[in-house]
């Protein structure tokens, strides 16, 4: 009887295990998937902007000797 307990949690792990792994393929999925579109969309906006958002100000600075 112990065996027939033992062989039934094994298969209650494993589907669970099954389970947990295709969420995180989900997961990493839509975490490509979304990055990819914000990435696409800070294309957008810095050519739509001339890229004045992404560029920080540099202060020049000249040295006279």
Same mark, same amino acid.
């Given at each position: %009887? @112990?065996?027939?307990? $033992?062989?039934? =949690?094994?298969?209650?792990?494993?589907? @669970?295990?099954? &389970? %947990? #792994?295709?969420?995180?393929?989900? *997961?990493?999925?839509? /975490? #490509?998937?979304? $990055? *990819?579109?914000?990435? &696409?969309?800070?294309?957008?906006?810095?050519? &739509? =902007?001339?890229?004045?958002?992404?560029?920080?100000?540099? /202060?020049? =600075?000249?040295?006279?000797?």
């Amino acid at each position: %009887m @112990g065996a027939v307990v $033992s062989c039934f =949690t094994s298969i209650c792990r494993t589907i @669970g295990s099954i &389970l %947990m #792994a295709i969420v995180n393929g989900i *997961g990493a999925i839509l /975490t #490509a998937i979304i $990055s *990819g579109i914000v990435s &696409l969309f800070d294309i957008i906006i810095s050519c &739509l =902007t001339c890229g004045r958002h992404t560029r920080s100000r540099r /202060t020049h =600075t000249t040295s006279t000797v």
